[in-house]
C-alpha cells in the first residue's frame, strides 16, 4: 500500500468512529435529558432545573395509579417477552436449521412487524381486537407487545444458531440426543 492509501484509510477510520460516537450521543442524549429532568422540584419543567430533588419519584412510589401503571408495565413486559421467545425459538430454529427458498420466505415473512408503520399497524389491531373482544384488556395489550416484538426476536436467535455449527447438532445425535 501507498502512503496516501494509508492516510486515506486512517482518515476515513477516523471519519467511521466519529459518526459512531455522534450516532450513539444523539441515541442517548434525550434519555439523558428525561434523566436530569426528573430530579427537578419544579411544578413546571425547566432545563436546568432551578430546585432539585425527588419529588417526582416520591410520588410515583406514594400514588396508588402509577403503582398500578408500574405493575401493568411489568405484567406486560414479561408476558410479552415470554410470547415473542416462546413463538421465535421454535421459528429460528427452523429457519437456522433448513435451507431453501421456503426457509428465506420465513425468515424475511418474520420481519413484516418491522416494515409496517405502527399506526397502519395500530389501526388494524384496533378493528382486529374489536371483533375479538380485547380492547383495554391484559391479554389483548400482550398480544399486541409480542407482536413487535416478536421479528427482534427472531432475528437475535436467528444469529446466535447460525453462529452454532451443524456439526455439534451431528456430535451430539451420534452420542445419543436426539433433534428435540
Given at each position: 500500500?501507498?502512503?496516501?492509501?494509508?492516510?486515506?484509510?486512517?482518515?476515513?477510520?477516523?471519519?467511521?468512529?466519529?459518526?459512531?460516537?455522534?450516532?450513539?450521543?444523539?441515541?442517548?442524549?434525550?434519555?439523558?435529558?428525561?434523566?436530569?429532568?426528573?430530579?427537578?422540584?419544579?411544578?413546571?419543567?425547566?432545563?436546568p432545573p432551578r430546585h432539585w430533588g425527588l419529588t417526582l419519584y416520591s410520588e410515583i412510589v406514594s400514588s396508588a395509579?402509577?403503582?398500578?401503571?408500574?405493575?401493568?408495565?411489568?405484567?406486560?413486559?414479561?408476558?410479552?417477552?415470554?410470547?415473542?421467545?416462546?413463538?421465535?425459538?421454535?421459528?429460528?430454529?427452523?429457519?437456522?436449521?433448513?435451507?431453501?427458498?421456503?426457509?428465506?420466505?420465513?425468515?424475511?415473512?418474520?420481519?413484516?412487524?418491522?416494515?409496517?408503520?405502527?399506526?397502519?399497524?395500530?389501526?388494524?389491531?384496533?378493528?382486529?381486537?374489536?371483533?375479538?373482544?380485547?380492547?383495554?384488556?391484559?391479554?389483548?395489550?400482550?398480544?399486541?407487545?409480542?407482536?413487535?416484538?416478536?421479528?427482534?426476536?427472531?432475528?437475535?436467535?436467528?444469529?446466535?444458531?447460525?453462529?452454532?455449527?451443524?456439526?455439534y447438532e451431528l456430535a451430539a445425535m451420534s452420542l445419543g440426543a436426539t433433534r428435540q
Open positions: 500500500m501507498t502512503r496516501t492509501a494509508i492516510v486515506l484509510s486512517s482518515v476515513a477510520i477516523t471519519a467511521a468512529r466519529i459518526m459512531q460516537v455522534t450516532t450513539v450521543i444523539f441515541a442517548l442524549l434525550p434519555a439523558v435529558l428525561v434523566l436530569i429532568l426528573s430530579f427537578s422540584n419544579e411544578s413546571i419543567l425547566y432545563f395509579e402509577w403503582v398500578h401503571a408500574l405493575e401493568t408495565s411489568l405484567k406486560v413486559g414479561s408476558c410479552a417477552a415470554a410470547v415473542a421467545l416462546l413463538t421465535a425459538a421454535p421459528a429460528a430454529y427452523a429457519i437456522a436449521r433448513h435451507q431453501g427458498l421456503l426457509s428465506r420466505v420465513c425468515e424475511y415473512t418474520s420481519l413484516g412487524p418491522l416494515l409496517i408503520p405502527l399506526a397502519s399497524y395500530s389501526v388494524g389491531l384496533y378493528f382486529v381486537f374489536l371483533k375479538l373482544h380485547l380492547l383495554g384488556s391484559l391479554p389483548g395489550l400482550v398480544l399486541a407487545h409480542a407482536v413487535l416484538a416478536l421479528p427482534i426476536t427472531i432475528v437475535v436467535l436467528l444469529a446466535m444458531l447460525r453462529r452454532i455449527p451443524n456439526d
